[in-house]
C-alpha cells in the first residue's frame, strides 16, 4: 500500500476512532513490526475491504496459535474453541477493530472459554483439593518455577479450569472485606492466583518468544492497548466489571511508571504477575547496568502496587519488597526502605519465603541509629531462639549490646564485620559512634593515646581517615608528634566530643520519618 | 426493670453521678448478680423501653428536668438498653451472630450520646462519673471483641484499598483503638471544658487519662501516651492538684507517667513518679506494688546503683524470681552468671520492657570486680614513718591484673561461653581497656588509664570506686 493511501486512511479513521480509542495517533500498536518504521503503522491500519476479509498477519498467526496443540486447554472442546475463535473475529470486524487489535497479545480463545466456564462452576472441587494442609509452603515455590521454566510441557489438571478470572472475581469481593475469610479461603485464593500466573506465564512465553522474533526495541512507552475496547467487551459480558476487589492486569508491558492510585485501576494498565516476573529481572539488570535510583525506585513503586491491586502475595513479593529495600538502602533513601520494612514483617509473618533474618537484623541496626528504644524492645520481643541464631541477627544483637555497654571495643570490631547490606546502616551512625568513643578515651586516657591505638579501636581503615575524622571534629590541635609517632593528647581534649556527641545524638531526630 | 428506672430517677433528682453511672454500669453488682438478665427481656421493643425510661425521667416529682435533658437522658438510657441486649447475647453466644464487636458497637452508641450531651451543653459536670464508665466499659469490649476477631480470623489483613503496598493493618486490635480514639474524645472533653473548676468536667482528667493510659499500653502506642503527658503538663495549672483526686486514681496516674518516663530513660522522673506511687499504694494491694517494683528495682539500680534487698522482694515470689539471680550476680561481680541470668530472664524482662535497663547492671557488675582487684592488690609498701592505718592501697594496677579478673569472671559454669558477646578467652587486653575506660567514663571508677605504662593509676584517698567505701 502507498504512503498516500495510508494518509487517506487516516483522513477517515477518526470518525469512529474518536468513539473507542481516542489516542489512537499516538499509539504504538505495530510495536512488532517496528523495523518497518511507522509507516507500516499506517499500511496496517489502512481499511481492507470489509467484507471480502483479506486477514492480516498477525489475525492468521493469532489463529493458528489458537489451534496449536500446546494451546489446549483439557475439557475445553476444540469445537468450542472454534465457536469463541469465530466470535472473537466477527466482533472484532463487525466493531472495525480488527486492525487496532494487537493480536499478538490478545489472550487464545480457550482463555475466554476457561473464564467462563470458572464463573459458572464456582467452589467444588476446588476447595476440597484445598484442604491438603502444607501446601501453602511447599509445594507454592515449586510451582512457580515449573511454571516458569517448562511452561509448555505442563498439562493442566481437570479443577484448573475452574480458576477462570471470573471465578476469582467473585471472590475477591468477598476478600476484600477481609474480616470474615477464613484461612482456607485464603489459601484457596493463593492458589487460584498461582494457577492463573501459570496459565499466564504459558500464554506469555509464547508472546516472549514473538517479541523476540521481531526483534522488538525498548519496551518501555507502550502504553496504549489498543485491544483493550474488545477486551472489555468480554469482561462486561462476564459480568465481572466491578470495581471492589483485586485487579487481573492484562497489561503486558515491561516497564510503567508509577503513579499514585485514586481508583481502581483498569486492568489494562496492570501488569499479571508472568509479566512482573520478567520485570523485575529486567529491573535488576537495567540496576546492575545503569544505577539510576530515581528510574529504579519508581519501577520498584508501580510494580509492587501491580502486586497490591492484584492482591499478589507469594514468595515473589517478598522477592520484590526485599531487593526494592536493598537497593533503597543502598542509596540511603530510608523512607522507601522503612515502607518495604513495614511490609516484609507483615510477609513474613505469613511464612512466603525470603530471608527474614537478614531483614529482622535490618530492623534492629535500624533502630540502633533511631535511638528507639519502645520499638527495639518490641523487635525483641517477637524474635525467637531461632531467629537469635542466625547470622545476621546475632550479630546485630551483639551491636545493640556493645553499644548499649558503651564497649566501643567490641563495637568497632563488629562494624568491620558485617553481614549483608548492614553496613549501610552501621554507616549512618557509626560516626556519632566515633565521637562517644573519642568522649569516653579522651576522659580516661592520660596523658595521651598513639593514633594508630585510635585508628584501630574506632574502626577506620587507616591512620590518614582517623586524621580527617579528628580534623572535622576540630579536634586537630590534640594530634602532636613525639619521637617520630602521632599521638593525641587527650588529657587537652576537655569537652570538645563530649559535645560533638550530644550534637550528633540529637541530630537522630528523624523518627517521624519512617 | 423499674428498679433499674428508680435508680435512674433518684439519680438524676439527687444529682449523684456516682448513683447514675452505677445504673449505667453495663455489669452486674455483687449483690445483685441478675441486674442485666432481668434488663433484658425478650418481650419488651425499643420503643417500649423508651417510653419507660422518657416517662421515669419526665412524670416524677422532684425530677426537674429540661425538655432537652429528658430527651438527651432517654436517648442514653435507650441506647444502653440496646447495649444490654447484645452485651448479655455476647456473654451467652445466645444468638448465632452475637459478638463482642456487636456489643462495641452498641456501647459506643452509649458513649457517643453521652458525648454528644456535654457537647450540646445539656448534661452538667456532675455527672461525668457516667463517662468514666461508658470509657471504661468501651475498652473492656474492644479487648474482648479484639480476642474475638483474632480465634475468627488470621493475623494479617490485606490492604482493602488502592494503596501501594500489599498489606494493611498489622496490628490485631483494631476495635481497642478505635476504643482509644473514643477515648480520647471524653479526654478531649474534659480538659477543654472551660467552665469554673467547681463545675468543670476538668475533675474527670485523671480519671480518663488513666483509661487512655490503659488503653494505650495495651496497643503499646507509649509514643500517644507521651503526647497526653504533653497536654497534660501545658493544662497542669488549670487543673485540680492531682493529690485532690481519690488515690486509686493517683497511684495509677504516678505509676504510668513512671513507666512512661523509665522507657523514655529518664530515671530521675521515672524513680520520682514510681516511689511515689509505690508510697500512696495501699499496703494490700500485693499485685499493684508489685507491677510498681517492676520499673522501680532498675530504675534503682540505674540511678543510685544499689540492689533490692531480700526483705523488700520477700512478699513477691515472682520479683524475687525476677531479681535476684541478676542482684546476686552483680553484688558477686560475677559476670558469667550476669550474662546467663539475662539471658534466662530475657523473655520475662522484654516483656516487662526492663532488659534494656537491667542490662546496664553489668556495669555494676564490673565495677564490682574492679573493685574487687583493687582490694585484693593490698597495699603500697609502708613508707617511713608511715602507720598501719595510714598506709595507702596500691593504685598503679597493671591493666593485665583486671583482664585476668574479666576473663575470670566471665567464665560460665558449665564451661560454655555466654553469648553475650563476652568470651572468656577471647577477651583482649584492648576490650578490658575499654571496659576500664567506659568505668571511668561512668564515673564509676576514679582514675586514668596510662597505655604508656600499660597501668590504671586510680586515685587515692578512698575515692578510687566512689560510693563504695574505698
Avoid at chain 1, 432 to 445: D, F, G, Q
Wanted: hydrophobic residues 35%.
Amino acid at each position: 500500500m502507498s504512503r498516500s493511501a495510508s494518509l487517506i486512511s487516516r483522513g477517515h479513521r477518526p470518525t469512529h476512532r474518536t468513539l473507542d480509542t481516542p489516542a489512537y495517533n499516538t499509539v504504538p500498536a505495530r510495536r512488532t513490526l517496528a523495523p518497518q518504521h511507522n509507516m507500516v503503522e499506517h499500511t496496517q491500519a489502512a481499511p481492507k475491504p470489509a467484507k471480502k476479509v483479506n486477514w492480516s498477519p498477525e489475525v492468521r498467526e493469532y489463529v493458528q496459535r489458537s489451534f496449536a496443540p500446546e494451546a489446549a486447554i483439557p475439557g475445553i472442546e476444540r469445537t468450542e474453541m472454534e465457536t469463541k475463535l469465530k466470535q472473537i473475529i466477527t466482533q472484532a470486524a463487525e466493531c472495525g477493530t480488527l486492525e487496532s487489535i494487537d493480536w499478538t497479545k490478545l489472550p487464545l480463545p480457550q482463555y475466554y472459554i476457561q473464564q467462563e466456564l470458572g464463573t459458572q462452576q464456582p467452589g467444588g472441587p476446588l476447595e476440597a483439593s484445598d484442604m491438603s494442609p502444607n501446601w501453602a509452603n511447599g509445594s507454592l515455590k515449586r510451582k512457580m518455577d515449573v511454571d516458569v521454566a517448562e511452561p509448555a510441557d505442563e498439562t493442566s489438571p481437570p479443577w484448573k479450569k475452574l480458576n477462570g478470572r471470573s471465578k476469582d472475581f467473585g471472590d475477591r469481593i468477598s476478600y476484600a472485606s477481609k474480616s470474615q475469610e477464613s484461612k482456607i479461603d485464603k489459601r484457596a485464593r493463593k492458589r487460584q492466583e498461582e494457577l492463573k500466573a501459570g496459565n499466564e506465564s504459558k500464554y506469555n512465553a509464547d508472546l516472549e518468544k514473538r517479541k523476540k522474533r521481531f526483534d522488538i526495541g525498548k519496551p518501555g512507552n507502550e502504553s496504549p492497548r489498543p485491544w483493550q475496547n474488545l477486551h472489555h467487551s468480554y469482561r462486561d459480558d462476564d459480568n465481572v466489571g466491578g470495581s471492589r476487589g483485586p485487579v487481573i492486569g492484562t497489561c503486558q508491558t515491561i516497564e510503567k511508571r508509577y503513579l499514585r492510585l485514586t481508583a481502581a485501576p483498569k486492568p489494562e494498565i496492570v501488569r499479571p504477575l508472568s509479566v512482573l516476573e520478567k520485570t523485575l529481572e529486567h529491573l535488576k539488570k537495567k540496576w546492575r547496568q545503569e544505577n539510576d535510583y530515581t528510574y529504579i525506585c519508581d519501577q520498584f513503586k508501580s510494580l509492587r502496587q501491580d502486586l497490591t491491586v492484584q492482591h499478589i502475595k507469594n514468595e515473589f513479593t517478598v522477592n520484590v519488597y526485599e531487593i526494592h529495600a536493598r537497593i533503597a538502602l543502598e542509596k540511603g533513601d530510608l523512607g522507601e526502605f522503612n515502607q518495604c520494612q513495614t511490609q516484609l514483617r507483615a510477609l513474613y509473618k505469613e511464612s512466603l519465603g525470603g530471608h527474614p533474618p537478614e531483614f529482622v537484623a535490618y530492623r534492629i541496626l535500624y533502630f540502633i541509629y533511631t535511638c528507639n528504644r519502645v520499638d527495639m524492645n518490641d523487635v525483641l520481643t517477637h524474635l525467637t531462639i531461632t531467629d537469635k541464631q542466625q547470622p545476621a541477627v546475632r550479630h546485630a544483637l551483639q551491636v545493640r549490646n556493645a553499644l548499649a555497654l558503651g564497649n566501643y571495643h567490641k563495637f568497632f570490631r563488629l562494624y568491620l564485620d558485617t553481614p549483608n547490606m548492614g553496613a549501610y546502616l552501621m554507616d549512618m551512625f557509626v560516626g556519632r559512634e566515633r565521637l562517644a568513643a573519642l568522649a569516653n578515651i579522651c576522659k580516661a586516657y592520660k596523658p595521651d593515646v598513639n593514633l594508630r591505638f585510635l585508628t584501630e579501636e574506632l574502626g577506620f581503615e587507616s591512620d590518614e581517615d582517623c586524621v580527617q575524622f579528628l580534623i572535622d571534629a576540630n579536634a586537630q590541635h590534640l594530634i602532636s608528634e613525639k619521637d617520630g609517632v602521632l599521638k593525641i593528647l587527650t588529657a587537652k581534649a576537655g569537652s570538645l566530643f563530649e559535645l560533638a556527641k550530644a550534637t550528633a545524638f540529637r541530630k537522630v531526630d528523624i523518627k517521624g520519618q519512617i | 426493670m423499674d428498679a433499674h428506672l428508680s435508680q435512674i430517677r433518684e439519680a438524676l433528682r439527687s444529682q449523684d453521678g456516682y448513683a447514675l453511672a452505677a445504673a449505667l454500669t453495663p455489669a452486674a453488682p455483687a449483690n445483685d448478680p441478675t441486674r442485666l438478665h432481668t434488663l433484658y427481656r425478650d418481650d419488651i421493643t425499643l420503643n417500649a423501653v423508651q417510653a419507660e425510661i422518657r416517662h421515669a425521667v419526665t412524670y416524677h416529682d422532684g425530677v426537674k428536668l429540661s425538655k432537652a435533658e429528658r430527651t438527651a437522658w432517654t436517648e442514653v438510657f435507650g441506647n444502653h438498653w440496646k447495649a444490654i441486649v447484645e452485651i448479655v447475647n455476647a456473654e451467652q453466644g445466645r444468638e448465632r451472630d452475637s459478638s463482642w464487636t456487636k456489643a462495641f458497637e452498641a456501647w459506643k452508641e452509649v458513649l457517643n450520646a453521652l458525648i454528644r450531651g456535654y457537647q450540646t451543653s445539656v448534661f452538667e459536670a456532675w455527672s461525668i462519673p457516667c463517662l468514666y464508665v461508658g470509657g471504661n466499659y468501651l475498652r473492656k469490649f474492644a479487648i474482648k471483641a479484639d480476642k474475638q476477631a483474632e480465634i475468627q480470623q488470621g493475623s494479617v489483613t490485606f490492604n482493602a484499598g488502592f494503596q501501594d503496598d500489599i498489606v494493611g493493618a498489622l496490628d490485631q486490635h483494631e476495635t481497642l483503638e478505635e476504643a482509644g480514639r473514643q477515648i480520647n474524645r471524653i479526654y478531649t472533653l474534659c480538659i477543654t471544658d472551660r467552665a469554673p473548676l467547681e463545675e468543670s468536667r476538668k475533675w474527670g482528667v485523671y480519671y480518663v487519662t488513666n483509661l487512655l493510659f490503659k488503653t494505650y499500653f495495651m496497643l503499646n502506642r507509649i509514643s500517644l501516651c507521651k503526647n497526653v503527658m504533653r497536654s497534660l503538663q501545658t493544662t497542669e495549672p488549670d487543673l485540680p492538684p492531682l493529690d485532690a483526686f481519690p488515690k486509686s486514681q493517683q497511684v495509677t496516674f504516678k505509676y504510668y507517667a513512671g513507666v512512661i518516663y523509665f522507657l523514655e530513660e529518664d530515671y530521675a522522673k521515672a524513680e520520682q513518679y514510681l516511689t511515689s506511687a509505690y508510697e500512696l499504694c495501699h499496703k494490700d494491694a500485693q499485685r499493684n506494688r508489685e507491677l510498681i517494683l517492676t520499673y522501680l528495682v532498675p530504675c534503682h539500680l540505674v540511678t543510685t546503683h544499689t540492689l533490692p534487698t531480700p526483705a523488700l522482694l520477700a512478699p513477691y515470689p515472682r520479683l524475687q524470681a525476677l531479681f535476684t539471680p541478676l542482684s546476686r550476680a552483680i553484688k558477686r561481680g560475677d559476670l558469667g552468671a550476669f550474662d546467663a541470668a539475662l539471658t534466662a530472664g530475657e523473655e520475662e524482662f522484654i516483656k516487662r520492657r526492663i532488659y534494656l535497663t537491667l542490662e546496664r547492671g553489668r556495669d555494676i557488675a564490673l565495677r564490682n570486680l574492679f573493685r574487687k582487684v583493687f582490694i585484693v592488690g593490698g597495699f603500697e609498701p609502708l613508707k617511713e614513718g608511715q602507720t598501719e592505718e595510714q598506709r595507702i592501697r596500691r593504685t598503679r594496677i597493671p591493666i593485665e591484673e583486671f583482664a585476668a579478673a574479666v576473663r575470670l569472671a566471665s567464665r560460665v559454669p558449665g564451661g560454655e561461653v555466654n553469648g553475650g558477646g563476652f568470651g572468656a578467652e577471647e577477651i583482649e587486653q584492648d576490650e578490658v581497656e575499654c571496659l576500664l575506660a567506659n568505668m571511668i567514663y561512668k564515673n564509676l571508677m576514679k582514675g586514668y588509664i596510662s597505655r604508656e605504662h600499660g597501668k590504671v593509676v586510680l586515685s587515692k584517698g578512698g575515692t578510687a570506686f566512689p560510693g563504695t567505701g574505698v
